[in-house]
C-alpha cells in the first residue's frame, strides 16, 4: 500500500531556510511523480513544486521559484523540497503526494494526485 510520510517542517524566521522530506514506501518509487503542495489556513491547498520519475523534470510554483528547489534520491524513495529565503506567506501544512505519469501542465493541481500523505506544518515568523 502506497505510504507517504512528510518530515522537516517546524518554525523558522523569515529568511530562513529548512529542508523538507517526503519518505516514501509500499510501492515502486522510481515509477512515480511526486507533489509538494501547501495549504495555509483559509486558503485552498496550492501547488508548490513537482518533479518527474525519469529524467528529473520539475515545475514550480511562480511564488516560489528561485527559492525553492526540489529534487529526489530514488534509492532512499524520498523526495526533498529545500525552502530558502523563507516568507511569512510561506507558511501552510506541506503535504507531498504521488502521481503515476509526469504531466508538466498539471501535476501542480492538486486534484491530479490521488495519493498524498499527512503533512507536516512549516511556520515563518519572527
Known amino acids: 500500500q502506497l505510504h507517504l510520510v512528510e518530515s522537516g517542517g517546524g518554525l523558522v524566521q523569515p529568511g530562513g531556510s529548512l529542508r523538507l522530506s517526503c519518505a516514501a514506501s509500499?510501492?515502486?518509487?522510481?515509477?512515480?511523480?511526486i507533489g509538494w503542495f501547501r495549504q495555509a489556513p483559509g486558503k485552498e491547498r496550492e501547488g508548490v513544486s513537482c518533479?518527474?520519475?525519469?529524467?528529473?523534470?520539475?515545475n514550480y510554483a511562480d511564488s516560489v521559484k528561485g527559492r525553492f528547489t526540489i529534487s529526489r534520491d530514488n534509492a532512499k524513495n524520498t523526495v526533498y523540497l529545500q525552502m530558502n529565503s523563507l516568507k511569512p506567506e510561506d507558511t501552510a501544512v506541506y503535504y507531498c503526494?504521488?502521481?503515476?505519469?509526469?504531466?508538466?501542465?498539471?501535476?501542480?493541481?492538486?486534484?491530479?494526485?490521488?495519493?498524498w500523505g499527512q503533512g507536516t506544518q512549516v511556520t515563518v515568523s519572527s
Open positions: 518533479i518527474s520519475s525519469s529524467d528529473g523534470s520539475t
Open positions: 509500499g510501492f515502486a518509487f522510481d515509477y512515480y511523480t
Open positions: 503526494a504521488a502521481r503515476r505519469t509526469f504531466i508538466q501542465a498539471i501535476c501542480l493541481i492538486p486534484g491530479s494526485f490521488p495519493s
